[in-house]
């Protein structure tokens, strides 16, 4: 076991970890935060996808005794209250979300894109959810609601 | 130790000699995946991305310098391999001395390192020493590195070809691992090297394929297409579940002629 301190969704906090474990494993199954996924644990679906340091990475390839001293934010953290994220609000509203499995992971993804690129084009909003995975959605809902967003 | 997170050099260098089977950790894209599929289980871990030196980009590439930084340049066929790697999320984490660390076959970056003869520094408590990429990839997911040493950059030769580029082949755009990939880089005289990658047991230069075209300034059609011809001849393909040896062949043949084509 090993201590580590980090800043989660804007609170300090502080926890024991395990050598091995990852940050995914710790979030949902210590820290009660559940919303981030976990449907590989290899990197290849985004469904665990958070916000670290400002950068979207896969939380099941962070180590978390490695995550000592960042600034994490998990989908939790999107909403101030009860007032959705923009990109929430917009996928809700466009009807880019079926079974929701992979919606945390696309949610953290795309609000990082509109947080360097306030109007993103669709190769942009593309790109940056290229490692997303949906198995419902067929991804043009997803698209159309974040290209709505984008327009506003 | 179970986990060490040193911000210098000498830190990571001392944890290593205390604990020489302790197990380097970069940006972990790797390393987790075996980890959460119980493939290892190390002990000791030296988690080294806030080693400061290790993310410097400046005449030489620190082990710790990101794809997402390498996708900004300076180096155009490194760029456009960084841009090829995983997704976004993988790119923010992994590093080229993951890459290095990891050594297969079809590691984006090692095409780049062969086409520009990089050398791999090597930092131990003990001494420093630097490998050439062909003494440093030993094999399939084999390399140099001794127990305690630390890969810690990419030395780049002084002169860096004007035109390179670089390509990959695989069955999607996004978050591939190649089938076949190749860097082609010529300099201003016509000297040319060609790298491919996922061609053989480790990244491979195609000599015969050099010669013939740096010694053509202007090649027509008859030297780009005995070009094409001698890269797929050079290459030592095997059939896995990615690709067949002979569809490997054919395509190192085929995106190195287009590469060259780009660098005339
Ligand atoms: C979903 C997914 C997609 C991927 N797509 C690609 C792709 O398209 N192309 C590609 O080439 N790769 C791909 N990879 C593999 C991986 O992202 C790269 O190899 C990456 O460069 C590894 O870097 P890292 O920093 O994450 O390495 P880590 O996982 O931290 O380490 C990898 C290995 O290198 C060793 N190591 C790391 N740094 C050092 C050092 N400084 N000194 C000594 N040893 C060290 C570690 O001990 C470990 O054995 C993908 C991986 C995933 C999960
Ligand atoms: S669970 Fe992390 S990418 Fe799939
Ligand atoms: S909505 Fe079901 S996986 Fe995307």
């Known amino acids: ?152 | 130790m179970e986990i060490v997170r040193p911000t210098d050099l000498s830190g990571a260098l001392e944890a290593l000699d205390s604990a020489p089977d302790a197990t380097v950790l970069a940006g972990g894209t790797d390393l987790m995946v075996e980890i959460n599929f119980g493939h290892r289980h190390p002990e000791h871990i030296v988690a080294v991305r806030r080693v400061e030196e290790l993310t410097e980009l400046n005449g030489r590439i620190g082990a710790c310098v990101t794809w997402a930084r390498l996708e900004q340049g300076p180096y155009r066929a490194l760029a456009q391999a960084a841009r090829t790697v995983g997704s976004p999320q993988i790119r923010a984490a992994g590093t080229i001395g993951g890459n290095l660390g990891t050594a297969s076959p079809a590691g984006d970056g090692l095409p780049f390192l062969a086409a520009l003869d990089a050398e791999i520094e090597l930092h131990s408590a003990a001494r420093v020493r630097r490998l050439r990429w062909d003494e440093f990839l030993t094999g399939p997911k084999q390399n140099a590195l001794a127990p305690g040493e630390l890969i810690h950059s990419v030395v780049l030769p002084d002169e860096i070809p004007t035109r390179q580029e670089f390509g990959k082949v695989g069955v999607r755009n996004a978050m591939v691992i190649s089938a076949v990939m190749v860097c082609v880089a010529r300099f201003d005289d016509g000297r040319t090297r060609v790298a491919v990658g996922s061609a053989g047991p480790t990244t491979l230069r195609v000599r015969a394929a050099e010669e013939m075209i740096s010694a053509e300034s202007s090649p027509g059609e008859s030297a780009l297409a005995e070009f094409q011809r001698l890269v797929s001849e050079g290459v030592n393909p095997i059939t896995d579940h990615r690709s067949t040896a002979d569809y490997r062949r054919h395509a190192a043949g085929v995106v190195a002629r287009r590469l060259l084509e780009r660098c005339l």
């Open chain 1, 1 to 152: 076991m090993s201590d580590v301190d980090f800043t989660l969704n804007g609170e300090t906090r502080s926890v024991s970890v395990g050598t091995t474990q990852s940050l995914l494993s710790l979030l949902r199954d210590e820290l009660e935060l559940p919303g981030s996924k976990n449907a590989c644990e290899q990197g290849e679906c985004g469904s665990c996808t958070v916000l670290m340091d400002g950068a979207a990475v896969c939380a099941c390839l962070v180590l978390a005794a490695d995550a000592d001293g960042s600034d994490i934010t998990t989908v939790e953290g999107m909403a101030s209250g009860d007032v959705l994220h923009a990109v929430q609000d917009a996928l809700v509203a466009g009807g880019g979300v079926q079974c929701g499995f992979c919606t945390p992971g696309f949610v953290v993804a795309a609000a990082h894109l509109f947080e360097s690129e306030p109007s993103p084009d669709r190769d942009q909003i593309r790109e940056a959810l290229s490692g997303n995975i949906c198995r419902c959605t067929g991804y043009g809902a997803i698209l159309r609601s974040l290209e709505d967003l984008a327009q506003r």
